[in-house]
Nanobody, 132 residues
Framework: QLQLVESGGGLVQPGGSLRLSCAASGFTLHYYAIGWFRQAPGKEREGVTCISSSDNTTYYVDSVKGRFTISRDSAKNTVYLQMNSLKPEDTAVYYC?????????????????????????WGQGTQVTVSS
């Protein structure tokens, strides 16, 4: 059984931090691209960041650069999203997903970013709410 389970979401004040986890079972995350996406009410799902196995590329959408960090712990078969300096506009359901490693290669993300349609397996999401 292939499964992705997100955790770590919750309610946080503006300026606060959260660390999201994406735990994989049934396959080895290290051999694939792992993306984090978010979807706010009434908005389309957007790719936030990814980490690649092929060249270890990391990519961040402009709105989170300098605040979010993606990482991978291969021994735990888990990826993380460290979210600092959170803003109300970060409020969304956050999803992790898996794609072929190519889709987070440096050349691909330079031209296309983190493309939702390239990711094949998805977790159920975890809610992040940033509010005072």
């Amino acid at each position: 059984q292939l499964q992705l389970v997100e955790s770590g979401g919750g309610l946080v004040q503006p300026g606060g931090s959260l660390r999201l986890s994406c735990a994989a079972s049934g396959f080895t995350l290290h051999y694939y691209a792992i993306g984090w996406f978010r979807q706010a009410p009434g908005k389309e799902r957007e790719g936030v960041t990814c980490i690649s196995s092929s060249d270890n590329t990391t990519y961040y959408v402009d709105s989170v650069k300098g605040r979010f960090t993606i990482s991978r712990d291969s021994a735990k078969n888990t990826v993380y999203l460290q979210m600092n300096s959170l803003k109300p506009e970060d409020t969304a359901v956050y999803y992790c997903a898996v794609a072929a490693s190519y889709y987070c290669s440096s050349g691909y993300v330079r031209d296309y970013g983190v493309v939702t349609s390239r990711y094949d397996y998805w977790g159920q999401g975890t809610q992040v709410t940033v509010s005072s």
